[in-house]
């Protein structure tokens, strides 16, 4: 089970309802104890999305934040952005790749697109995965 706000930062949402949500263990851990409120000092949950800096899977749906691609996760809103660097979404498709860990920015993405657009080259397994994707 995940807090979404920390128990670290604030022990006092550690059993509220809403501060709780399943999440794979890579995602928790590389969430941490990251600070998620765009109010930290507040004292109250919070009751509505746009209070937190992360995509909240109670007050919110992931598809109006985050887009996923062939390959990837890309942000289309703060919270997504945010949700996908700090829980670094994309690392699986960097360890498919053999990139290196962690993909927490755009360059990742850029690559994919590029190749996938005909305007790039991707080293190695990733140019043959997007190359058999193509031709399938």
């Known amino acids: 089970t995940e807090q979404i706000v920390p128990r670290k930062t604030h022990p006092g949402f550690m059993f509220t309802p809403q501060n709780l949500a399943l999440a794979c263990p890579d995602c928790n851990g590389r969430k941490a104890s990251k600070q998620t409120l765009v109010a930290p000092d507040t004292s109250a949950y919070p009751s509505t999305g746009d209070a937190f800096l992360v995509v909240h899977p109670h007050f919110e749906n992931y598809d109006e934040h985050i887009e996923m691609g062939d390959f990837v996760y890309t942000g289309i809103s703060d919270r997504g952005e945010w949700t996908v660097i700090n829980c670094d979404l994309n690392r699986l498709a960097g360890r498919a790749f053999g990139w290196p860990d ?3 920015d755009e360059r990742f993405e850029d690559l994919v697109d590029d190749v ?4 790039g080259a991707a080293p190695g397994i990733i ?3 997007i190359e058999s994707e193509l031709n399938s």
Do not use: K, R, S
């Open 102 to 104: 962690p993909i927490a």
């Open 127 to 129: 140019q043959a995965t």
């Open 116 to 119: 996938f657009d005909g305007d």
